[in-house]
């Protein structure tokens, strides 16, 4: 064997276990809470007791008491029709950004992308205030609405980046065959940019699943989503460790499980359209 | 929209039932129940309850609390009896809080509220909860079974309202008191402080004597927890944070730079010395579970959290605990008395029923299920019960707290100053008193920090 | 004469982007415009808006002479852990992404898949997870170090809060810049590297002058969510410590929280530092994106 291919091996090897390091690092605290989940509560606050009992108790008493199940569904239908809306919206307003030339465009582009930076913190108490008065407090689709406020920007600076890359010519060639602009988005843009949308929907999803601060105070009963059930769990008698870290596991699944299925979607289109692919 | 669906199928019900039953049962909303049923007992209550807000759902704001969960528990049976189904929203503290001031403000959803004993006062000047007289001094609608001078005087005086007017039923009371460790205690041959200069002693003692082993845990997060930390022991020292006797002519006047205020924070910040070294960031929670893992020789917080550390299955400390008063300062006794109540949202559009529901949980009659299900006693009655004190080792401990908590009492002192803006002075001092705990000021600086700010908020 | 279809045919890109400016505008100024004039009012939670006096600009200037203590400290804090957050995530990031460029293992998409997890995981949730980690008494971080090696941490005293905080955030996030970076490097085009070979650059040379030029774009977009994310930052710290001990975490956001929140209720004094951070905020976001634009444009 040769001195090179000795060395190169070495390298690879080193690369492995660099990687390896660090993907414990970041899969350690979610152990971490799969364990917690799945011990008995004089158990959890010893962690030096690695071979205590595992049990399947915690996720019972979540299931009997049932009251994490609506939790659960207002989740889900926030963050379906919330990142729906928004990339459908967000990709016609990107379409209008990266197609048209305007004397005003990147002062507005900007305008909307800074929505996605506004803290919660400042602005929840007047949508409080103006929730009442349209009477939605307390419903999902408040929450649907109010998640636009970072979704809808963050889809329009990710699709525009994706539309620009697309070149005009394509779609010049559609005009060309008599289609209409419409028809040119429909059959010519969207196909092209669909990688991108997925890696989008990715991040609008796991924005509206786990936001805490609106759906903390926007939320009376009806609407209460699954990072808010902390404040169920924070009792004055203890943290529910058992029940807080089920729920975790629980929220975490499905997130991951959409991700890793359309991961090689996902890598492609967080490039954001910067580098031609 | 929902409100009004559901208050007009309630009427359409009632409408309805009264149209199918015989004679003058004619209920109103504003009415008492109708007059040939008699309430006396908890059956014929249920009935003239169901008669009227049969189908009636409302919305109850509780904190995280073993009160709540008592109140659950009792939850299938009030509704089997009284036909009123029960919305819960049920949140950590602070921010339940939050969630209940924007309802006043503007939601209207809820009907009940579980309002801690410190936010009194504020809710009063806010106008967040009806007086609850008008339904206390209403025979049907408060029956003799409810019982309402059962409830420990302490609590029915000292945590319920403000300014004389009371704005919630008690339904989980505490002071505070220590729990020790018996059989560290037994091994250095210790006794358990009566005074204060004992009580640092001790924990200068326990202070690494062992292995991984701390004096005291006491909460003393920065805010409100501190500030509610360091009044354990305030009065103790005669110190305090208003002038009460001027409070009581609406004169606010800050006490925090006196000698005695100053005193108070010194030995709390010395005690917490002796503390594991993250205290700083402790509320209740994390003080309880310190002293449950074994960490501290000593604790310090509510009578409400005792029943945790005597449970084996909670606490590895459960069958070496012993527990003693708040032990007396230079100016005698002052412990803790704060609790939890409900009350009536003012904007409630279901108020008679919200009342069924306080009536219900609340009631003397409940009051031993209550408790069994795990809900904190406020009620003579319970204390007295000796099944119940079998069950509960810290009874007797916490009774003779109770009764060292009378002597602010009988200074006519109220352990939480009665003034709409107190929240916002506890946080101040819990914050410059945090301060001075992690070494960053002085704590004369400390004081006079939490004069400026507290006076600039005054005005 | 004017007419609707003209004004749109000259104005093209209206109907793409007027229903997004609409809503933006709607979501957006009402609640701005709220937070202008609360700013100015002596306004606390729960109060009759009819109770709320007009104080002029006392809210800033108790901000700006120092009769507010924590601000400064605060504003401090938080443009620091903006500094350190961004440039650590970043650089760990890129470190990431170029072994995960490199890497011919079968067991990368697995990496990937878990580099994902932080991102699942709900953050309410996971900060309290965090806080058991870290707890100095019962956690598992000082049991591992106490019986390695002997010493424990207080991880959330004073001295440490901050980067415990940091610790959580570089967790959570740098995966995220990793990932970014990662797709943008597998998208590279090979040709410029064979011929920077070619020409005997070093792989410094080739790592400075092809590639950081190509993925500028994608730095920058990494560095904007980063750096204005970490300026926002709120629930971990909120979990974690809830600003303390002292005020030794007490950032922007939470600064606002504690003035504004039920404990204190002081809308009017909050909606002033809230304005402080919504400016310190957008300076940052419009310098970040103005760059990041040139970037995109210098590489078409």
């Known amino acids: 064997m040769s001195n090179v291919t000795t060395h190169k091996k070495v390298r690879a090897t080193g690369r492995g276990v660099l990687l390896l390091i660090f993907s414990l690092g970041f899969l350690f605290p979610f152990i971490w809470m799969l364990l917690v989940s799945l011990r008995n509560r004089v158990d959890i606050l010893d962690p030096g007791n690695i071979f205590a009992p595992l049990t399947l108790i915690n996720y019972e008493t979540l299931f009997a008491a049932g009251d994490i199940f ?10 379906v029709v919330n990142t729906v809306f928004s ?12 197609r048209y030339n305007w004397k005003k465009r990147e002062d507005r582009a900007f305008f909307i992308l800074s929505q996605r930076f506004l803290p919660a913190m400042a602005v929840v108490i007047p949508f409080f205030l103006m929730a009442t008065f349209v009477h939605l407090l307390d419903t999902v689709w408040l929450l649907a609405i109010c998640y636009t406020l970072f979704n809808v920007p963050f889809t329009v600076w990710m699709m525009r980046g994706f539309i620009e890359d697309i070149p005009f010519e394509l ?30 929907a990715i991040f609008c999803i796991i924005n509206s699943w786990n936001e805490f601060v609106f759906a903390n105070f926007l939320s009376v009963v009806h609407a209460k989503t699954v990072p808010t059930s902390v404040m169920m769990y924070l009792s004055v008698s203890g943290v529910k460790w058992g029940e807080m870290t089920a729920t975790g596991v629980l929220a975490a699944i499905p997130v991951l499980v959409f991700a890793v299925s359309v991961q090689k979607h996902m890598i492609r289109g967080m490039t954001f359209g910067a580098v031609k692919g | 929209m929902r409100r009004i669906v559901a208050a007009s199928a309630a009427a359409c019900l009632v409408v309805s039932l009264a149209a199918c039953s015989p004679g003058d049962q004619t209920p109103t909303s504003a009415g008492t129940p109708a007059a040939n049923v008699d309430v006396s007992t908890l059956k014929g209550w249920g009935e003239a309850m169901k008669a009227q807000f049969d189908g009636t759902n409302i919305t109850v704001a509780m904190a995280s609390h073993p009160s709540t969960d008592a109140f659950k528990a009792m939850e299938a049976e009030f509704t089997e009896l009284t036909g009123i189904s029960i919305t819960w929203d049920i949140v950590e503290e602070t921010n339940l809080k939050n969630k209940q001031l924007l309802d006043a403000q503007g939601g209207g959803n809820y009907d009940v509220m579980m309002v801690d004993a410190f936010w009194m006062s504020e809710y009063a000047s806010k106008k967040v909860l009806d007086p609850v007289a008008t ?19 302490a609590y029915r005086n000292g945590i319920a309202g403000s300014n004389g007017t009371n704005y919630g039923i008690p339904t989980a009371g505490e002071t505070r008191f220590i729990a020790y460790r018996t059989d560290l205690f037994e091994k250095y041959g210790k006794e358990p402080p009566k005074n204060m200069d004992e009580y640092l002693e001790l924990a200068k003692f326990f202070n690494g004597k062992e292995d991984g082993l701390y004096g005291v845990s006491m909460r003393a997060q920065r805010g409100i927890h501190f500030a509610s930390g360091w009044m354990s022991l305030m009065y103790n020292f005669g110190g305090g944070f208003l002038d009460q006797a001027a409070l009581a002519n609406n004169e606010v006047k800050l006490t925090v730079d006196t000698p005695e205020t100053k005193q108070s924070l010194q030995f709390y910040v010395d005690l917490l010395r002796n503390a594991p070294p993250d205290v700083g960031s402790y509320t209740h929670e994390e003080a309880l579970n310190a002293f449950m893992v074994g960490s501290t020789a000593m604790w310090l ?18 069958d070496n605990v012993g527990f003693v008063s708040t032990p007396t300062g230079p100016k005698g006794d002052g412990a803790a008395l704060a609790g939890w109540n409900l009350g009536i949202s003012a904007k409630s559009s279901n108020k008679d029923a919200a009342w069924a529901f306080i009536a219900f949980m609340a009631s003397k009659e409940k009051a031993v299920d209550y408790v069994k299900n ?52 506890l946080d101040i001092a819990g914050t410059y008193g945090s301060d001075a705990l992690a070494g960053n000021i002085s704590v004369d600086d400390a004081v006079s920090k939490i004069t400026k700010d507290a006076q600039d908020l005054i005005g | 004469m004017f007419s609707v279809k003209g004004f749109l045919q000259r104005n093209g890109h209206l109907k793409y982007v007027a229903p997004v400016m609409c809503l933006m505008m709607v979501l957006s100024i009402i609640p701005t415009i709220f937070l202008i004039v609360a700013s100015f009012t002596n306004y606390q939670l729960g109060w009759d808006f009819s109770r709320a006096k007009f104080v002029g600009i006392d809210n800033y200037i108790r901000l700006f002479t120092g009769a507010d203590t924590a601000f400064w400290h605060s504003v401090l804090i938080s443009v620091a852990f903006m500094v350190v957050a961004t440039a650590i995530e970043l650089a760990l990031g890129f470190w990431i992404a170029t072994l995960l460029n490199n890497s011919e293992s079968k067991l990368k998409p697995l990496a990937v898949g878990i580099m994902i997890l932080p991102l699942a995981m709900t953050p309410s949730i996971a900060a309290q997870v965090w806080k058991l980690i870290f707890n ?24 440490m809060a901050f980067w415990s905080i940091l610790l959580v955030d570089l967790w959570q996030f740098t995966p995220f810049v990793a990932l970014i970076l990662y797709a943008g490097l597998r998208s590279m085009p090979a040709e410029p590297y064979e011929a920077a070979a070619i020409d005997g650059a070093t ?49 922007l956001s939470l600064h606002v929280f504690r003035l504004a929140n039920a404990q204190n209720g002081l809308v009017g004094r909050a909606s002033a530092v809230a304005m402080v951070l919504l400016v310190i905020v957008m300076v940052v976001s419009r310098f970040l994106i103005k760059r990041q634009r040139r970037a995109a444009e210098v590489m078409l």
């Open chain 2, 135 to 153: 339904w206390v001094d209403s025979p049907e609608r408060t029956p003799g079974w409810f019982d309402y001078e059962d409830i420990m005087p």
């Open chain 1, 70 to 79: 609506p939790y659960f569904i207002n989740s889900a239908i926030i963050a």
């Open chain 2, 301 to 318: 917080d509510a009578t409400a959290l005792a029943n945790q550390i005597t449970d084996p299955a909670k606490s590895k400390v459960a």
């Open chain 2, 374 to 425: 795990g809900g904190v006693a406020t009620r003579g009655s319970v204390f007295e019960n000796s099944e119940l004190a079998a069950l509960n080792p810290s009874y007797p401990a916490q009774k003779v707290a109770l009764e060292s908590a009378n002597g602010l009492v009988e200074k006519g002192l109220s352990w939480i100053p009665q003034y709409d803006q107190i929240n916002q002075i």
């Open chain 3, 203 to 251: 792989s410094w040379q080739m790592f400075r002058f092809l590639t950081i030029p190509m993925l500028s774009k994608l730095i920058y977009l990494a560095l904007l969510l980063r750096a204005v994310d970490a300026l926002k930052l709120f629930d971990t710290a909120f979990v974690l410590t809830q600003g303390g001990p002292g005020n030794a975490t007490e950032f």
């Open chain 1, 87 to 98: 990339l459908v919206v967000g990709t016609f307003a990107a379409y209008g950004f990266a």
């Open chain 3, 136 to 159: 100095s008494e019962y956690g598992l971080l000082n049991y591992i170090l106490q019986n390695t090696f002997g010493f424990s941490v207080t991880w959330l005293g004073q001295d």
């Open chain 1, 171 to 200: 779609e010049e060639a559609a005009f060309v065959d008599g289609c209409n602009r419409m028809q040119t988005l429909r059959q010519v843009v969207f196909p092209l940019v669909l990688p991108g949308m997925v890696a989008t």
